[in-house]
Protein backbone atom coordinates (compact mmCIF):
# COMPACT_ATOMS: atom_id res chain seq x y z
CA UNK A 1 0.00 0.00 0.00
CA UNK A 2 3.30 2.11 0.90
CA UNK A 3 4.91 1.59 -2.27
CA UNK A 4 1.43 1.90 -4.11
CA UNK A 5 1.38 5.63 -2.80
CA UNK A 6 4.83 6.29 -3.85
CA UNK A 7 4.38 5.66 -7.27
CA UNK A 8 1.36 7.55 -7.46
CA UNK A 9 3.10 10.80 -5.96
CA UNK A 10 6.07 9.87 -7.88
CA UNK A 11 3.62 10.22 -11.41
CA UNK A 12 1.91 13.10 -10.42
CA UNK A 13 5.44 14.48 -9.42
CA UNK A 14 7.01 13.38 -13.02
CA UNK A 15 3.46 14.71 -15.22
CA UNK A 16 3.60 17.98 -13.21
CA UNK A 17 7.45 18.70 -15.01
CA UNK A 18 5.90 17.19 -17.73
CA UNK A 19 3.38 20.18 -17.73
CA UNK A 20 5.73 22.88 -16.99
CA UNK A 21 7.83 21.79 -19.98
CA UNK A 22 4.88 21.04 -22.29
CA UNK A 23 3.24 25.07 -21.23
CA UNK A 24 6.83 26.17 -20.92
CA UNK A 25 6.21 29.74 -22.54
CA UNK A 26 2.79 30.08 -20.23
CA UNK A 27 5.28 28.98 -17.61
CA UNK A 28 7.64 32.14 -18.43
CA UNK A 29 4.79 34.63 -18.40
CA UNK A 30 3.51 33.70 -15.54
CA UNK A 31 7.18 33.25 -14.06
CA UNK A 32 8.22 36.67 -14.98
CA UNK A 33 4.98 38.54 -13.16
CA UNK A 34 5.80 36.45 -9.92
CA UNK A 35 9.74 37.10 -10.11
CA UNK A 36 8.28 40.83 -10.42
CA UNK A 37 5.72 40.27 -7.44
CA UNK A 38 8.84 38.24 -5.14
CA UNK A 39 11.12 41.22 -5.88
CA UNK A 40 8.60 43.40 -4.63
CA UNK A 41 7.95 41.27 -1.53
CA UNK A 42 11.87 41.27 -1.52
CA UNK A 43 12.44 45.08 -1.35
CA UNK A 44 9.66 45.86 0.59
CA UNK A 45 11.26 43.16 3.57
CA UNK A 46 14.84 44.62 2.98
CA UNK A 47 13.56 48.26 2.54
CA UNK A 48 11.67 47.84 5.79
CA UNK A 49 14.52 46.12 8.09
CA UNK A 50 16.70 49.13 6.70
CA UNK A 51 14.13 51.94 7.68
CA UNK A 52 13.89 50.45 11.16
CA UNK A 53 17.34 50.26 11.52
CA UNK A 54 17.77 53.85 10.63
CA UNK A 55 14.59 54.91 12.93
CA UNK A 56 16.56 52.96 15.72
CA UNK A 57 20.27 54.79 15.36
CA UNK A 58 18.91 58.29 15.42
CA UNK A 59 16.57 57.46 18.37
CA UNK A 60 20.12 56.25 19.63
CA UNK A 61 21.37 59.44 19.46
CA UNK A 62 18.26 61.73 20.92
CA UNK A 63 19.44 63.13 24.20
CA UNK A 64 18.37 65.65 26.65
CA UNK A 65 20.66 68.74 27.93
CA UNK A 66 20.48 70.24 31.54
CA UNK A 67 22.41 73.69 31.27
CA UNK A 68 23.98 73.98 34.64
CA UNK A 69 24.73 77.74 36.43
CA UNK A 70 28.28 77.96 36.97
CA UNK A 71 27.84 78.23 40.41
CA UNK A 72 26.57 74.86 41.23
CA UNK A 73 28.97 72.82 43.10
CA UNK A 74 29.91 69.33 42.84
CA UNK A 75 28.29 68.39 45.81
CA UNK A 76 24.79 69.76 44.36
CA UNK A 77 26.23 68.15 41.02
CA UNK A 78 26.76 64.38 41.89
CA UNK A 79 23.57 64.78 43.96
CA UNK A 80 21.65 65.55 40.84
CA UNK A 81 23.32 62.73 38.45
CA UNK A 82 22.32 60.20 41.38
CA UNK A 83 18.29 61.79 41.43
CA UNK A 84 18.57 61.34 37.83
CA UNK A 85 19.94 57.86 37.20
CA UNK A 86 17.03 56.78 39.73
CA UNK A 87 14.33 57.83 37.05
CA UNK A 88 13.37 54.77 35.07
CA UNK A 89 13.08 56.35 31.81
CA UNK A 90 17.43 57.68 32.72
CA UNK A 91 19.35 55.15 30.78
CA UNK A 92 22.38 57.34 31.11
CA UNK A 93 24.16 60.86 32.65
CA UNK A 94 27.25 62.14 31.35
CA UNK A 95 28.68 65.30 32.30
CA UNK A 96 30.53 68.01 30.33
CA UNK A 97 32.48 70.16 31.80
CA UNK A 98 32.33 74.09 30.73
CA UNK A 99 36.21 73.34 29.30
CA UNK A 100 35.28 70.32 27.69
CA UNK A 101 31.79 72.06 26.32
CA UNK A 102 34.10 75.00 24.76
CA UNK A 103 36.37 72.27 23.18
CA UNK A 104 33.75 70.24 21.73
CA UNK A 105 32.04 73.82 20.28
CA UNK A 106 35.63 74.84 18.78
CA UNK A 107 36.11 71.26 17.46
CA UNK A 108 32.45 71.42 15.52
CA UNK A 109 32.82 74.95 14.17
CA UNK A 110 36.44 74.60 13.04
CA UNK A 111 35.55 75.62 9.58
CA UNK A 112 34.70 79.00 10.68
CA UNK A 113 37.20 81.53 10.99
CA UNK A 114 35.17 84.38 12.41
CA UNK A 115 33.51 82.42 15.15
CA UNK A 116 37.07 80.94 16.56
CA UNK A 117 38.22 84.66 16.27
CA UNK A 118 35.12 85.78 18.84
CA UNK A 119 35.39 82.96 20.74
CA UNK A 120 39.28 83.24 21.50
CA UNK A 121 38.84 87.18 22.79
CA UNK A 122 35.97 86.30 25.25
CA UNK A 123 35.46 84.24 28.43
CA UNK A 124 34.64 80.72 27.80
CA UNK A 125 30.56 81.56 27.46
CA UNK A 126 29.22 78.10 27.53
CA UNK A 127 27.99 76.00 31.04
CA UNK A 128 28.32 72.78 32.01
CA UNK A 129 26.05 70.11 30.85
CA UNK A 130 24.26 67.06 31.95
CA UNK A 131 23.89 64.98 28.54
CA UNK A 132 20.63 62.83 29.61
CA UNK A 133 20.26 59.54 27.58
CA UNK A 134 16.37 58.39 27.58
CA UNK A 135 15.22 54.24 27.36
CA UNK A 136 12.45 56.00 25.71
CA UNK A 137 12.75 59.08 24.25
CA UNK A 138 9.17 59.74 23.24
CA UNK A 139 8.47 59.53 27.61
CA UNK A 140 9.96 62.59 28.87
CA UNK A 141 6.96 63.46 31.06
CA UNK A 142 8.49 61.83 34.27
CA UNK A 143 11.90 63.59 33.72
CA UNK A 144 10.33 67.04 32.80
CA UNK A 145 8.26 66.75 35.80
CA UNK A 146 11.43 66.48 38.19
CA UNK A 147 13.51 69.04 36.70
CA UNK A 148 10.75 71.54 36.74
CA UNK A 149 10.86 71.08 40.55
CA UNK A 150 12.10 74.57 41.72
CA UNK A 151 14.90 73.31 43.63
CA UNK A 152 16.38 71.64 40.51
CA UNK A 153 15.52 74.46 38.22
CA UNK A 154 17.80 76.65 40.26
CA UNK A 155 20.45 74.72 39.34
CA UNK A 156 20.10 75.05 35.83
CA UNK A 157 21.21 78.15 33.48
CA UNK A 158 18.61 77.85 30.56
CA UNK A 159 16.15 76.04 29.63
CA UNK A 160 16.13 72.25 29.15
CA UNK A 161 16.49 71.09 25.56
CA UNK A 162 13.45 68.29 25.99
CA UNK A 163 14.55 66.71 22.31
CA UNK A 164 12.65 69.39 20.46
CA UNK A 165 13.11 69.63 17.26
CA UNK A 166 15.35 66.36 17.11
CA UNK A 167 11.98 64.69 18.32
CA UNK A 168 9.93 66.36 15.66
CA UNK A 169 12.02 64.83 13.13
CA UNK A 170 12.12 61.36 14.52
CA UNK A 171 8.30 61.54 14.50
CA UNK A 172 8.23 62.40 11.29
CA UNK A 173 10.73 59.98 10.07
CA UNK A 174 9.10 57.04 11.86
CA UNK A 175 5.68 58.31 9.91
CA UNK A 176 7.50 58.42 6.91
CA UNK A 177 8.92 54.48 7.71
CA UNK A 178 5.03 53.88 8.10
CA UNK A 179 3.77 55.25 5.05
CA UNK A 180 6.34 53.40 3.31
CA UNK A 181 5.80 49.72 4.44
CA UNK A 182 1.87 50.29 4.17
CA UNK A 183 2.39 51.25 0.37
CA UNK A 184 5.13 48.47 -0.07
CA UNK A 185 2.09 46.00 1.09
CA UNK A 186 -0.39 47.15 -0.75
CA UNK A 187 2.36 47.23 -3.79
CA UNK A 188 2.98 43.50 -2.75
CA UNK A 189 -0.94 42.54 -2.71
CA UNK A 190 -2.04 44.16 -5.76
CA UNK A 191 1.32 41.98 -7.37
CA UNK A 192 0.39 39.06 -6.13
CA UNK A 193 -3.18 39.29 -6.93
CA UNK A 194 -1.90 39.93 -10.89
CA UNK A 195 -0.08 36.53 -9.97
CA UNK A 196 -2.44 34.40 -8.53
CA UNK A 197 -4.53 35.75 -11.96
CA UNK A 198 -1.65 35.00 -14.36
CA UNK A 199 -1.03 31.44 -12.97
CA UNK A 200 -4.91 30.98 -12.89
CA UNK A 201 -5.14 31.56 -16.27
CA UNK A 202 -1.90 29.16 -17.03
CA UNK A 203 -3.42 26.34 -15.25
CA UNK A 204 -6.46 27.45 -17.03
CA UNK A 205 -5.75 26.76 -20.54
CA UNK A 206 -3.40 24.03 -19.65
CA UNK A 207 -6.85 22.26 -18.24
CA UNK A 208 -8.07 23.06 -21.65
CA UNK A 209 -5.45 21.55 -23.58
CA UNK A 210 -5.49 18.17 -21.68
CA UNK A 211 -9.39 18.53 -21.10
CA UNK A 212 -10.49 15.05 -23.16
CA UNK A 213 -6.91 12.87 -21.56
CA UNK A 214 -8.62 14.69 -17.93
CA UNK A 215 -12.32 13.44 -18.66
CA UNK A 216 -10.90 9.96 -20.16
CA UNK A 217 -8.79 9.82 -15.93
CA UNK A 218 -12.24 10.54 -14.36
CA UNK A 219 -13.83 7.60 -16.20
CA UNK A 220 -11.29 5.13 -15.44
CA UNK A 221 -11.84 6.61 -11.68
CA UNK A 222 -8.62 9.21 -10.96
CA UNK A 223 -9.04 10.52 -7.72
CA UNK A 224 -9.25 14.46 -7.76
CA UNK A 225 -5.80 14.71 -6.39
CA UNK A 226 -4.52 12.36 -8.52
CA UNK A 227 -6.20 14.67 -11.35
CA UNK A 228 -4.90 17.93 -9.77
CA UNK A 229 -1.69 17.07 -8.28
CA UNK A 230 0.50 18.12 -11.06
CA UNK A 231 -0.84 20.96 -11.80
CA UNK A 232 -0.14 21.82 -8.28
CA UNK A 233 3.60 20.23 -8.91
CA UNK A 234 3.61 22.87 -12.01
CA UNK A 235 2.37 25.98 -10.30
CA UNK A 236 5.23 25.04 -7.50
CA UNK A 237 7.90 24.81 -10.25
CA UNK A 238 7.28 28.09 -11.81
CA UNK A 239 6.80 29.70 -7.89
CA UNK A 240 10.36 27.84 -6.69
CA UNK A 241 11.88 29.14 -10.06
CA UNK A 242 10.12 32.90 -9.75
CA UNK A 243 12.13 33.36 -5.94
CA UNK A 244 15.16 31.59 -6.90
CA UNK A 245 15.37 34.02 -10.09
CA UNK A 246 14.34 37.23 -7.81
CA UNK A 247 16.66 36.17 -5.03
CA UNK A 248 19.47 35.89 -7.07
CA UNK A 249 18.65 39.22 -9.37
CA UNK A 250 18.33 40.97 -5.83
CA UNK A 251 21.18 39.53 -4.94
CA UNK A 252 23.39 41.07 -7.81
CA UNK A 253 21.36 44.03 -7.85
CA UNK A 254 22.94 44.71 -3.63
CA UNK A 255 25.86 43.74 -4.65
CA UNK A 256 26.91 46.08 -7.71
CA UNK A 257 25.09 49.10 -5.58
CA UNK A 258 27.10 47.98 -2.58
CA UNK A 259 30.36 48.09 -4.74
CA UNK A 260 29.38 51.60 -6.44
CA UNK A 261 27.78 53.57 -4.42
CA UNK A 262 29.64 52.39 -0.91
CA UNK A 263 27.86 53.64 2.02
CA UNK A 264 25.74 55.90 0.22
CA UNK A 265 22.08 56.42 1.37
CA UNK A 266 18.87 57.64 -0.23
CA UNK A 267 16.85 59.38 2.43
CA UNK A 268 16.47 56.46 4.84
CA UNK A 269 17.52 53.40 2.71
CA UNK A 270 21.32 52.64 3.78
CA UNK A 271 22.35 50.48 0.84
CA UNK A 272 25.56 49.72 2.70
CA UNK A 273 23.04 48.23 5.67
CA UNK A 274 21.12 47.02 2.95
CA UNK A 275 23.41 45.33 1.54
CA UNK A 276 24.92 43.77 4.63
CA UNK A 277 21.56 42.29 6.04
CA UNK A 278 20.30 40.81 2.54
CA UNK A 279 24.01 39.18 2.81
CA UNK A 280 23.58 37.88 6.54
CA UNK A 281 20.14 36.58 6.15
CA UNK A 282 20.51 35.60 2.05
CA UNK A 283 19.08 31.66 3.21
CA UNK A 284 16.18 32.79 5.31
CA UNK A 285 15.33 35.41 2.60
CA UNK A 286 15.64 32.39 -0.26
CA UNK A 287 13.76 29.84 1.79
CA UNK A 288 11.21 32.64 2.58
CA UNK A 289 10.52 33.78 -0.89
CA UNK A 290 10.69 30.16 -1.62
CA UNK A 291 7.52 29.39 0.70
CA UNK A 292 5.94 32.65 -0.71
CA UNK A 293 6.06 31.82 -4.05
CA UNK A 294 4.77 28.15 -3.75
CA UNK A 295 1.90 29.65 -1.46
CA UNK A 296 1.21 31.84 -4.59
CA UNK A 297 1.51 29.06 -7.01
CA UNK A 298 -0.44 26.80 -5.13
CA UNK A 299 -3.66 28.87 -4.13
CA UNK A 300 -3.77 29.67 -8.27
CA UNK A 301 -3.66 25.82 -9.31
CA UNK A 302 -6.06 25.11 -6.57
CA UNK A 303 -8.73 27.56 -7.22
CA UNK A 304 -8.33 26.50 -10.86
CA UNK A 305 -8.09 22.79 -10.39
CA UNK A 306 -11.30 23.38 -8.11
CA UNK A 307 -13.67 25.25 -10.44
CA UNK A 308 -12.15 22.83 -13.38
CA UNK A 309 -13.67 19.08 -11.03
CA UNK A 310 -16.66 21.17 -9.76
CA UNK A 311 -17.28 22.39 -13.34
CA UNK A 312 -17.09 18.58 -14.44
CA UNK A 313 -19.06 16.80 -11.49
CA UNK A 314 -22.06 19.17 -12.57
CA UNK A 315 -22.46 17.77 -15.44
Not at 56 to 67: F, L, Q
Not at 126 to 148: C, G, M, Q, S, Y
Not at 166 to 172: G, L
Request: glycine share 4%; net charge neutral.
Amino acid sequence: MKSRRLIMLWRIILAGFRNFVRNAWLSIAAMAVMVVTLSIVLFSFIANATFSYTVAEIRDKIDISVYLLDDVSQEQRDDLITQLNNIDNVRDVVYISKDQALADYIEQNKDNVDLQLAISQTENPLPATLRIKLVNPDNVEELKIFLDQPDIKALQSDETSYAGDRKEAIDKIAQATTFIRQAGIIGVVIFAAISVLIIFNTIQMAIFNRRDELSIMRLLGASRWYIRGPFLIESALIGIFAAFISVFLCKIIFTIASETLGASSFGLLDIAYSSRYFADNFWPILGLQTGLGIAIGGISSFIATQRYLRLRAGK
